[in-house]
């Protein structure tokens, strides 16, 4: 006996929220796939300074991210399929990997609060000892060389502070373009240019990852209610 009332009016609402629930998972894994192959991250975190590997923290959330949007898919399919077949197994299976998969949300949510700053600061260090190799003659300056013009070429950028970036283009024109002191008048130096690049990136997820929070509530709200009204129904 199927379920009527205020009850089929959950199971509708519940089929549209988990429908859209599948939607979103599909836009995260579509927007993780960016962020993992943006030319930008991609150009700075593969380089490597000698036997050194550029930081790479900040893929460790984008596969976070991937994986989340995979199982929000098979989750919203779940939950839709349930959902019309009114059965209180599939439903019972779908709360639990929504409960799953939130707590995971909010734990890498709390992870990625905890390392927003460190990821920036942790790529500028590593651009800081290539430059200094480059700028000092060090060991291995032609690597250390390469990688500096890698980032000042992706990032449109030149030098880590103000000092560095006054200077560096006068007498080592062969690590900044000629056009580099107007990137330094715009306060383009490349510190700045790796905070915006992670910070506006990171913003983008906590964005993400705030709406599904939403959706995901009220789904597990939605699917309580439903299961409720199906039991009910099949009592009477």
């Known amino acids: 006996m199927g379920v009527e009332g205020c009850t089929k009016c959950i199971k509708y609402l519940l089929f ?16 993780a796939l960016w962020l993992r192959h943006d030319s930008q991250t ?35 399919f779940l939950g839709c399929y349930g959902a019309i077949q009114e059965s209180q197994c599939l439903l019972g299976t779908f709360f639990t990997c929504l409960v799953i998969l939130f707590a995971c949300e909010v734990a890498a949510g709390i992870w990625g609060f905890v390392n927003k700053d460190q990821i920036a600061k942790d790529v500028k260090q590593f651009y800081d000892q ?33 000092l560095t970036a006054t200077f560096t283009p006068v007498w080592r024109d062969d ?30 997820i906590g964005i993400a990852a705030v709406v599904v929070a939403v959706i995901m509530i009220f789904e597990m709200i939605l699917s309580m209610v439903l299961c409720c009204g199906i039991r009910n129904s099949s009592v009477y």
């Open 42 to 76: 991609t150009n700075i975190l593969y380089l490597q300074l000698g036997d050194k590997q550029a930081p790479n923290t900040f893929y460790v959330g984008i596969y976070i991210l991937i994986a989340v949007g995979a199982v929000m898919m098979f989750v919203g």
């Open 175 to 204: 690590l900044c373009r000629k056009d580099s002191m107007k990137s330094f008048f715009e306060n383009a130096n490349c510190h700045k240019k790796i905070d915006e690049l992670f910070s506006g990136k990171l913003y983008l």
């Open 130 to 162: 290539a430059l200094q190799q480059a700028l000092m003659g060090e060991s291995d300056a032609n690597n250390a060389k390469a990688v500096v013009k890698t980032f000042h070429e992706t990032l449109d950028c030149c030098g880590s502070d103000i």
């Open 16 to 31: 549209v929220f988990n429908f859209i629930f599948w939607l979103a998972g599909g836009i995260i894994l579509g927007v």
